[in-house]
């Protein structure tokens, strides 16, 4: 097939144990799924889950060991971070069960879901779309991606980041308010999930500014550390 210009390189993750990597194809993304960062951002607990999206190519896939470099976003003086589980699906389907819902999924990683929190509370404030906040260059951070055979029980799993060495989130898994399964069938409700699409599964209590220079780690039992510094 002759395009008019070549087409751009396929997204990709690493995965633990294996040199082959995860092809993606959407990223998803869960607000406010702690009960606590619900009600710092002015929510009151388990409304319907509210998700929204970012490209594909806002990825920036961070190998193990390693930090990935992160550039400051323009528009914004308010970087924020948001640790969060991610869900990588492996077997696509639609109207997805919750009891089978995990036979879906081929792993978990860490991710940070970036945020230029002032361009979002602006488009807040005018009732828009708020993708500008969310949906930008390199603002999808996530480590490698650990197949879950490999990853034990994520469900009770504890999930923290650190700026600098110093603590800011800290929470579990448990704790969202609508689980990985209770997602999975919300979200195949509404889209077909595909195979390498990820699921940004929400953030605990905690978000905060994040400068340039500055380290961030993002962590969550039996996955593997996500590293990323703001250049």
Sequence with gaps: MNYVFAPPPTVSAPVTG???RFAVHRIYCVGSNYLAHAQEMGRTGREPPVFFMKPADALLPVEAG????????????????????????GVGGR??????????????????DMTRRDLQAEMKKRSAPWCIGKAFDHAA??????????AGAIEGAEIALRVEGVERQRSRIDQMIWSVP????????????????????????????????ERMEGTCSGLETLRVQVS
Aim: proline share 10%.
């Design 18 to 20: 294996t040199a082959a």
């Design 66 to 89: 390693e930090t990935g470099v992160m550039p400051y976003p323009s528009l914004t003086a308010n970087l924020h971070y948001e640790v969060e589980l991610v869900v990588a699906i």
């Design 95 to 112: 109207d997805i069960e919750p009891a089978r819902s995990l036979d879906h999924v081929f792993g978990y990683a860490v991710g940070l």
């Design 141 to 150: 951070p996530l480590g490698p991606i650990t197949p879950r055979g490999q």
């Design 182 to 213: 209770e997602i999975l069938a919300h979200l195949s409700a509404a889209w077909t999930l595909t195979p390498g699409d990820l699921i940004f599964t929400g953030t605990p209590a905690g978000v905060g500014p994040v400068a340039r220079g």
